[in-house]
């Protein structure tokens, strides 16, 4: 059952004013910063990797272009762009683009409709992106972690393929028992991961101290504009630097704005620059060192136990993506743009800790294809970039609309802003089409088929909500009916709950109970539920009950509320009703549960072309069983079928 999202969000600017506990900034190290912390494993390697079909040539100039441009990535993408701009941007706490979609649903009046429905379905498309990164990201990271054994063995290169599977199938199998256990030792991990790699960072510094002159952007534009032939195109691993920016806004939920921004500028930041400039001096010194400069960086002892370190840095990389996914697909259907799945809370005290079995094995089956097929981080990192690349600049573009929207920020800072800013995600974007038949076009598919599906499934909801409408007819008219019924119907006790989409028509298996059996229950509950576009509300807020023209028939609706984040439950909202409100006591712990379950046909009117239809009736399959989405009683609950053509 497909429920249509309603009321408005309220827009927060941050969390600016609340103290941060360091508890939190630990848990946001072990959560946030896992894919970006991670990116020194892979960058530099990439970016002078001599089989790229436009290698950078390792010379001295191009080692201080490289490490500049990396630097200046890492503070405009991440710094600015995301710590100090986007993130003060957010919908009741939450971030990430699918809050950003939100906002702007309920953004604009009649003039710029066309212009808001424009973005969100940019917005849309950003987000089935991240479906693509979810992929790439447990592959890549692991599969670069683990390579490592090859520097501290080279004998042991035939077995980094397995071992990264066998890592990534323990990884997804463990998802279904939570993270809540696990998530206690990420941070702790993390912080030891952050001080190792600047540790191992300022040691590549004392022997060739140089290096520090390529904080200098002179070096970043030098490089770029002075040699655009190799910069332009080195751009596209040097976007690997700024992988897992997405997150630091699409989990600022959980953690708050101060204690993601305390952890990044604190510790993340500083180890990760000090990484990417040791790698320079030791490329410097020593140019054999580039097939795997951040574990040669380490001293010989060292290489084992951080080739240890970075396979848990790179499973905590991949585990804070997956569940990302999770919300991601959790909050799309919420809102309209996927079927309802089967969500599993796996936490008693953290709501936003899920488990979506069907997100999970579908991104099991694509990480071990992609790891069998590109068997390499350096193959794979061509697909990564395109993926990172095009939702920062979506998210960008976005976050700028709202801001002269929402916020009235005068349109010459938009301007003066977003211009520069934008022309940075355009440049990321334009290297990484160069390597669109290298491995690009995988996360553009899968981002293009995703959000094929999204589009499709909202367009199939609404030609199917149109159709139950006209089947179902006005509640209103249908009470009247039924208190104007000759001879009166018999009312049999108890307590009947029938799930509707709406106060507006008449749930279908109520009008056939009606009308073929002759009977309806002493208490009836019309129910329907509203998806806010807020992430949760209170249980003061959580139901409205209209009598619906009758005070003492029995029959009432009931609307109840829940945020995007929240999976709804019937029974707990029936149980905040108010006996006075409800025409007497409802028998919740023995009520029966009426459900109208469509079986949907491919018909002929021109609603969609041929092709959506057939695949909004193949997606419809994967609907979870609607009876234990909202947590109703398999043994109290009454399904009846209806047939609706597409």
Known sequence: ??????????????????????????????????????????????????????????????????????????????????????????????????????????????????????????????????????MITPAISVLSAVEGLKVVEPGLQDLIVPITAIIIIGLFMVQRRGTAAVGRLFGPVMIVWFVAIGTCGVAGISRHPEILAALSPTYAVGFLFGHFGIGFFALAAIVLAVTGAEALYADMGHFGRRAITRGWLLLVLPACVLSYLGQGALLLGDESAVGSPFFLLAPGWARLPMVLLATAATVIASQAVITGAYSVASQAAQLGYLPRLRIAHTSESTIGQIYVPWINWMLLVAVLTLVFAFRSSAALAYAFGMAVTATITITTLLFFYVARVKWRTPLWLIVLVAGPLLLVDLLFVAANLTKLVHGAWLPLLIGITAFTVMTTWRRGRDVVTRARAQAEGPLRAFVDHVQDHRPPLLRVPGTAVFLNRGKETAPLAMRANVEHNQVLHEHVVIMSIDTLPVPRITDAQRTEIDPLGYTEDGIIHVTAYFGYMETPNIQNALRLLDPALTEGRLAIDDASYFLSKIELRKGSAPTMAPWRKRLFIATSHITADAAEYFGLPGERTVIMGARIDV
């Open 1 to 134: 059952m497909d429920i249509e999202p309603g009321v408005s969000p309220s827009i927060h600017h941050g969390d600016g004013r609340a103290s941060v506990r360091p508890a939190i900034v630990v848990g946001a190290l072990g959560v946030v910063f896992g894919d970006i912390g991670t990116s020194p494993i892979y960058t530099i390697q990439t970016v002078f990797n001599p089989n790229d079909p436009h290698p950078v040539p390792l010379v001295r100039d191009n080692v201080y272009g490289v490490v500049s441009l990396i630097f200046w990535s890492v503070m405009i993408i991440v710094t600015l762009t995301y710590v100090l701009l986007v993130m003060r941007a957010d919908n009741d706490g939450e971030g990430g683009i699918m809050a950003l979609i939100t906002l702007l649903r309920r953004l604009g009046g009649p003039r710029s409709r066309r212009t808001t429905a424009m973005l969100a379905g940019l917005g849309i498309f950003g987000a089935a992106l991240f479906f693509g990164d979810s």
